[in-house]
């Protein structure tokens, strides 16, 4: 009896300890693939992140500077790509909302804004000139194009000085001048701002 239970543990031995080897190599080609899968995305992250620099237009400085002269109407530019540059796409002086008008689904770029924000210290009321700059990158915009604003933005960012306040929006829906103006509250010594125009 002994010998026969012996010979049945032993069978039951020799087909687990195979099931555990064919484990084990099912186990290995799942890390295999999954080590393969890791270097591709990584291959593709080092693609993006190797992106050459985008030729930047010399109308976006002289326009970024135009912004900033306090006697010039425009208020804000939008700065996007186009033929494989930056590029000033649009300009206007109707504030936040003009700037925004040119965000869409399938497109990207920078934005550069003034804000005039009022002080009132009893009767004595002056204009304070504070300025955004806004990354838009839209829903629908592909990788490889999501990958060259990222590239992009140390450079074009240089070319915007002295601005307070940076947003990046990927959505419509957040899309809210109140909460811009509420930032730039907060970062305002000022205690009592209103705004004048965005």
Not at 79 to 95: E, L, M, P, R
């Amino acid at each position: 009896k002994n010998l026969v239970e012996n010979l049945v543990q032993s069978r039951r031995d020799f087909w687990k300890e195979k099931a555990q080897q064919h484990l084990t190599n099912q186990q290995k080609q799942t890390i295999i693939r999954r080590r393969k899968s890791s270097l591709n995305i990584i291959k593709k992250r080092n693609v993006l992140v190797k992106l050459k620099p985008t030729d930047i237009d010399d109308q976006v400085q002289s326009m970024a500077q135009k912004v900033r002269i306090s006697h010039e109407k425009v208020n804000w530019i939008w700065v996007s790509y186009s033929n494989n540059k930056i590029t000033v796409s649009a300009s206007g002086d109707n504030g936040y909302a003009g700037l925004i008008s040119n965000f869409q689904d399938t497109n990207s770029g920078f934005g550069y804004l003034k804000v005039s924000l009022g002080t009132n210290h009893y009767s004595h009321s002056t204009l304070v000139d504070k300025y955004v700059f806004l990354v838009w990158i839209g829903p629908r915009v592909s990788g490889i194009s999501r990958g060259k604003v990222i590239s992009d933005l140390s450079q074009v960012k240089s070319l915007f000085k002295d601005f307070c306040l940076e947003l990046t929006y990927n959505d419509a829906k957040d899309l809210n001048e109140d909460i811009l103006l509420h930032k730039l509250r907060s970062l305002s010594t000022a205690h009592n701002l209103s705004l004048i125009h965005i």
